[in-house]
């Protein structure tokens, strides 16, 4: 069964084709000692946020993954948002089970867009000394359509600053990572395959490949230690356990515990590995969701040396700050005047 957590991403921003991130109350260099005149970053992604309100994102050359922001707002120095995710490109007859005659009140074509019914959360946070934030959103399992969410805040951002870069990186600490995979025990092991092979599918009397394929494994002993690192390091080695049995899996799960903290690294093929924070194998209430997250963002933030305020999480923003939003641009009006761009 899936489990639900959130998955945390460092965000800084900088200048095109410069490495050191820039201050995000001010959006200057972090030597400026100037405190006013600048761009605040949180003010310009909040506002970029409210103004995409409803309508729907998709990213890539894959168009049948959808993501809409259904709410934002400001407290302290952060964005609490809400998402729903959806996906279409599925065409498929629905019927209905108490008609003996077996007709199909619904046809789905591709169009259609299916909705998750629970819509996901998320929490943006960028303190105005700092070089470093941090954007959480919720995972269901290891999804949680962060880069349709990333790539439009990068657009977006480039656009209304005059062309700097928001860098949203997938592991937020990696010191504090390295020294939790010291800590940690390795609970299980799981390689899934997304559809069973043709040749096992044929054998068990099925026309075509049907259903999913996994396979749990435990590791015992000092070898521990040298997997998890190895996983997070090298890419060759992350392929090469794909294949196992003569099996070619699709995804690779390692869930270690370190006192109460669950951890999931997943890897997909030979990409760098995802990190999701595991709550629980039940939705969690908003309370406990954001408990848990305001609790990580603590911990990350002080693994970054970045300082936090004390009202970070707590205090109001006025009227008019709330109402700020900044008109979304669709991306043929980006292309026509040259704000897309590469990085």
């Known amino acids: 069964m899936p489990s639900y957590g959130y998955m945390i991403s460092q965000v800084c ?146 656009r209304v600053t005059d062309g700097l870069i928001l860098d949203v990186d997938p592991v937020a600490d990696a010191a504090a990572l390295a020294r939790y995979l010291e800590e940690a025990n390795i609970n299980a092991i799981n390689l ?26 435990q590791i015992t002993g000092p070898f521990k230690r040298v997997f998890l690192k190895r996983l997070q390091n090298e890419s060759d080695v992350r392929r090469r356990l794909l294949v196992m049995n003569d099996l070619d899996y699709n995804e690779l799960n390692v869930e270690t515990q370190s006192g109460d903290r669950t951890l999931t690294m997943s890897v997909i093929g030979d990409q760098a590995p995802r990190f999701i924070n595991v709550i629980g194998s039940s939705r969690p209430s908003d309370q406990d969701f954001y408990a848990s997250v305001n609790g990580s963002v603590s911990e990350v933030a002080s693994g970054l040396g970045v300082s936090l305020p004390s009202n970070w999480a707590t205090e109001g923003w006025s ?21 897309g761009g590469n990085e």
């Open 13 to 158: 921003a900088r200048k095109h084709a410069v490495k050191e991130p820039l201050r995000l109350g001010t959006l200057r260099p972090a030597d400026d000692p100037s405190e006013s005149g600048g761009a605040d970053a949180l003010e310009l992604l909040y506002g970029i946020m409210h103004g995409l309100v409803d309508h729907r994102l998709t990213t890539g050359s894959d168009k049948t993954r959808h993501l809409t922001i259904k709410s934002v707002t400001g407290i302290g120095r952060c964005v609490k948002f809400t998402y729903e995710i959806g996906r279409s490109g599925q065409a498929s007859t629905i019927t209905d089970p108490d008609d003996d005659s077996g007709s199909a009140p619904f046809n789905r074509s591709p169009r259609h867009i299916e909705t998750q019914h629970h819509p996901r959360r998320g929490l943006l946070v960028l303190p105005d000394r700092s070089t470093a934030g941090m954007l959480v959103v919720e995972a269901h399992g290891r999804s949680t359509r962060r880069d349709v969410l990333r790539d439009e805040l990068k657009r977006s951002f480039r």
């Open 192 to 217: 899934r395959r997304y559809s069973i092979p043709h040749d096992l599918a044929e054998n068990m009397g099925q026309a075509e490949e049907a259903g999913s394929f996994s396979m749990k494994t």
């Open 319 to 339: 009227p008019e700050g709330a109402a700020y939003r900044i008109e979304p641009v669709t991306s043929s009006e980006e292309d026509a005047d040259g704000s």
